[in-house]
Structure formats: C-alpha cells, structure tokens
C-alpha cells in the first residue's frame, strides 16, 4: 500500500510540474510580432544602450542568466551598468505573456 502511495504521489508531483511549464511556455513565433509593433524601436538600433537584436556579444551574458530573469527585467523595467529598459518597453498594454513571447524571440534571434 505504501509503496501505491508513493507511486502515485509522484506522478501526481510530475503532472504537476509539467502543467506549470507548459503554462510558463513562450512562443518565439508570436513574439516577433511583438517585437516588431514594440521592442525594435529600441533594440533595432540601440536606442538607450538596449542590445541590439543579433547582437551575440551583447546578449550571450545577457542569455546566460536564463529566460524568466530577461522577462521579469522586462515586465518590471531595469537599470543596467550601460542602459535602462522601461517597465514592459513603455507599453503597459502588454500581457506578461506577450512580453515573454517577445523576449524568447529575441533570445532565439540573438544565440
């Protein structure tokens, strides 16, 4: 009986975990959109100092510190050594969502 339990504890801790990252998934198609509409006003020339989309010298530190780090910079806004990135890149409109979406295109466009 103990080990059904155990058994069936464990799954019940994998399904989930798994739930919570399929919620937490980002889609790198749709945040080109995103990006285009907002973010490329800024990284597409490096306004502010923001990294510049492709820029593999600049975002490879950046990548490093994993995907949900960059998303949360980006929806609470952050003051770097060298550049300030705004609260959801100055558009409060954006969904937490549709920022991690955008920031995973990014990411996928600057490895």
């Known amino acids: 009986m103990s080990r059904f339990l155990s058994t069936a504890l464990c799954a019940l801790f994998f399904c989930s975990m798994t ?3 399929a919620k937490a998934a ?3 198609k749709a945040g080109k959109a995103i990006y285009d509409t907002n973010c ?3 990284h597409k020339d490096g306004v502010m100092n923001a ?3 492709g820029d593999k ?3 490879t530190p950046r990548i490093k510190q994993g995907i ?3 998303t949360k910079k980006s929806i609470t806004g952050f003051t770097g ?3 300030t990135m705004m ?3 100055g558009n409060p409109k954006l969904t937490d969502a549709q920022i991690g979406d955008a920031v995973a295109y990014i990411v996928q466009a600057s490895k």
Do not use: E
């Open 19 to 21: 739930s919570i990252d």
């Open 87 to 89: 609260p959801r890149g």
């Open 51 to 53: 990294p510049k989309l």
């Open 68 to 70: 949900a780090v960059l």
């Open 81 to 83: 050594k060298v550049g």
């Open 26 to 28: 980002t889609d790198a």
């Open 57 to 59: 010298a600049a975002w």
């Open 40 to 42: 490329a006003a800024c």
